[in-house]
Every structure is written in C-alpha cells, then in structure tokens.
C-alpha cells in the first residue's frame, strides 16, 4: 500500500514504524531477566536470537509469561526456550505495512519481528506502533487515502 501525497506515491513500509534495535536474548536466558528486560525496555516481547549465528529463534511475550506465572514455574529457574514461540512469523524491512497488518491479523499475534534476508532481528513491530500509525494518518485526515486498495 501506498501513501498519495502531492500526487506522488510513497510507500510506507515495515522500517518505517519498526522499533529498533529489537530487544533481542538467548534461548537459555532466565524467565525473570526476559521480564526485567520487558520492564526496563517498556515493551512486549523479547526476540530470542541463536548465540552463534544472531539468526532468531523465537519469541517470548507477555503472555508467554503469564502462561509460565499461572504454571507455579519459579521465573529464576526456567529459561526462554521453554516458553518461546520458535519459529515465529516474520516479516523483511521493505514489506509494505497493510500486509504486515494483515498478517499479524491473520496469524492473532500483537508482535512482529523484522528480520534481514539472513534471518537476523533488525526490528520490531507492535501493534501499538501500529495504532500509532493509524493515529497519525488519522491526525493528517489522510487515513482514507491509506487504506484505498
């Protein structure tokens, strides 16, 4: 999908609203230090990233932890693997954000990585940088102009 402005074409797409750099840890990373990093980073997830190769390997969400909390798991104990997503839907920094959109509807989920053509995190989307988005357009009263197909 395209912005018109001017008559010109400009096209919004994953980078522009990504947050970067990602907050990125390793798979044997504590429960409690990924919700430390949650806490002090102000976000939702944490991408888990391969300690060799920096490729990700899956996702650790709030609700990841409330699933590990309503467990009786003792955060200190347990590690980022074994509540992560692996494998987790992704999209490349050049994809047009209404199909990001429409994949995090499709797949249910409120976090998207952004990762290169080498399959390492360059960003993250949230759906409050999504809504942020749509405030803005919103704000320009161009939101109409957005979402025409």
Same mark, same amino acid.
């Given at each position: 999908?395209?912005?018109?402005l001017r008559?010109?074409?400009?096209?919004?797409? $994953?980078?522009? /609203?990504m =947050?970067?750099? *990602? @907050? #990125?840890?390793t !798979?044997?990373t504590? %429960?409690?230090?990924?919700?430390?990093l949650m806490?002090?980073?102000k976000?939702?997830s944490?991408l888990i990233v391969d300690?060799?190769?920096?490729?990700l390997?899956?996702?650790?969400t709030?609700?990841?932890?409330?699933?590990?909390?309503?467990?009786g798991?003792?955060?200190?104990?347990?590690? $980022?693997?074994? /509540?992560m =997503?692996?494998? *987790? @839907? #992704?999209?490349? !920094?050049?994809?047009? %954000?209404v199909?990001?959109?429409?994949k995090?509807r499709?797949?249910g989920?409120?976090?998207?990585?952004?990762v290169?053509r080498?399959?390492k995190?360059?960003?993250?989307?949230?759906?409050?940088?999504v809504?942020?988005?749509?405030?803005?357009?919103?704000?320009?009263?161009i939101i109409?102009?957005?979402?025409?197909?």
């Open positions: 999908m395209v912005l018109l008559r010109r074409k400009v096209p919004l797409r $994953a980078e522009d /609203i =947050t970067a750099p *990602p @907050i #990125t840890a !798979p044997n504590s %429960i409690k230090d990924i919700a430390m806490r002090k980073n976000v939702g944490v300690e060799e190769t920096g490729k390997r899956g996702i650790v709030e609700h990841d932890l409330v699933y590990a909390c309503s467990e798991w003792h955060p200190e104990n347990r590690q $980022a693997w074994e /509540i =997503t692996e494998d *987790p @839907i #992704t999209v490349r !920094p050049d994809e047009e %954000i199909e990001v959109m429409k995090m499709d797949a989920v409120r976090h998207i990585p952004v290169d080498d399959g995190p360059v960003g993250m989307i949230s759906a409050r940088d809504l942020d988005l749509v405030l803005t357009l919103a704000g320009l009263g109409h102009e957005f979402f025409k197909e």
